[in-house]
T-cell receptor, first 112, second 115 residues
């Protein structure tokens, strides 16, 4: 089955700077890679996703890049704000099976 | 359009009791997934269901855990004879049926505490 690794586990960034979180996956057949944000005690919420037919996707301050050859994908948050503080999870699907395998999460702290 | 609903939000059980967790998918969604999240950890897949069918239960413990998604009503995750190690947040997610992998939307979770 799929295995997803996520780094770093914690990240502190000065407000206004950029944050980058990286994930690798093991199954070259995976074709869907979502990112979820989870605030303390809340549900995971989708912030952006990418399919394997594109290499990059952007939505305002958030972007995701995908390198299928190297089997890794990254989340980029620019101009960080205090409300970006949360735990972020990457995930990859099992091709032909819609279940998601999640990374272990990155706790992002934005320092005012 | 209501989102994914889960109840109860908090559940306290003593060891040996049964826990029943309910999930109502978003309107128009017929795929349901259950995930477990231990404190300070990620989400672990448990089971994937469609109406009246279990599609993938590879993440379910072999004993005490079962899930169903009947033709009418919510999906139910049932844990029999709970133990302290079952204490966790249980999230359900739902998605539509299409040819492509669809976005999974999560419910607010049920936080189970076993005393």
């Amino acid at each position: 089955g799929e295995n997803v690794e996520q780094h770093p586990s914690t990240l502190s960034v000065q407000e206004g700077d950029s944050a980058v979180i990286k994930c690798t996956y093991s199954d070259s057949a995976s074709n869907y890679f979502p990112w979820y944000k989870q605030e303390l005690g809340k549900r995971p919420q989708l912030i952006i996703d990418i399919r394997s037919n594109v290499g990059e996707k952007k939505d305002q301050r958030i972007a995701v890049t995908l390198n299928k050859t190297a089997k890794h994908f990254s989340l980029h948050i620019t101009e960080t704000q205090p409300e970006d503080s949360a735990v972020y999870f990457c995930a990859a699907n099992d091709f032909g099976n819609e279940k998601l395998t999640f990374g272990t999460g990155t706790r992002l702290t934005i320092i005012p | 359009n209501a989102g994914v609903m889960q109840n109860p939000r908090h559940l306290v059980r003593r060891r040996g009791q049964e826990a029943r967790l309910r999930c109502s998918p978003m309107k128009g969604h017929s795929h349901v997934y259950w995930y477990r999240q231990l404190p300070e950890e990620g989400l672990k897949f448990m089971v994937y269901l469609q109406k009246e069918n279990i599609i993938d239960e590879s993440g379910m413990p072999k004993e005490r855990f079962s899930a169903e998604f009947p033709k009418e009503g919510p999906s139910i995750l049932r844990i029999q004879q709970v133990v302290r190690g079952d204490s966790a947040a249980y999230f359900c997610a739902s998605s539509r049926i299409t040819l492509l992998q669809e976005t999974q939307y999560f419910g607010p979770g049920t936080r189970l505490l076993v005393l």
